[in-house]
């Protein structure tokens, strides 16, 4: 009878921690609207690794989870990193610029049909935009989306099943 109460309680202790533990580490985003499109649907399920930024920053291509600044209970967003801290980005007759130099960026449905001025990013502060430039709410309309805002790197799409597999996280070469 010891012994059954020993693993049974070991086994509820067990299943708490490895709970929390995910928890605490990954949680489950729905894409709301078409910001995102092509890659990222409306209604798509994606996985979101919140412990990876732990380890590092950020970086440019990353498809983030984030409560907006400009209304922080509003549903989180997910957008694109294309600005990092000291970063100074313009964009210009369809061309999104980082440090001066043109951003190669095969992953958005159409360029920008809009512009900004050139604007450095600073503090701890993260420019992001949608895929789908000119159909997004996003960095060039509010601003910059400050570090305590991000929750966490999408890392999988779950939902629907045609699209199941890695986000499409990208990887910029520096200039």
Known sequence: ???????????????IVIFFLIQATVQVSI??????????????????????????????GDIVV???????????????VIGVPGDTIEIKKG????????LDEPYIKEPPAYTLSKEEISGDKYFVLGDNRNNTS???VWGT???PNIIGKAWISIWPPEYWGLAPNYTFNEP
């Open 1 to 15: 009878m010891k012994t059954f109460l020993r693993d049974t309680l070991l086994t509820i202790i067990l299943t």
């Open 31 to 60: 894409v709301n609207g078409s910001s995102m499109e092509p890659h990222l649907r409306d209604g798509q399920r994606l996985v979101v690794n919140k412990a990876v930024y732990q380890l590092h920053h950020p970086e440019r």
């Open 66 to 80: 984030f409560r907006p600044p400009h209304n922080a209970g509003a549903t989180p967003f997910i957008k694109r």
């Open 95 to 102: 061309t999104v610029y980082i440090n001066g130099h043109p």
């Open 138 to 140: 996003d960095s060039h």
């Open 145 to 147: 989306v400050p570090r």
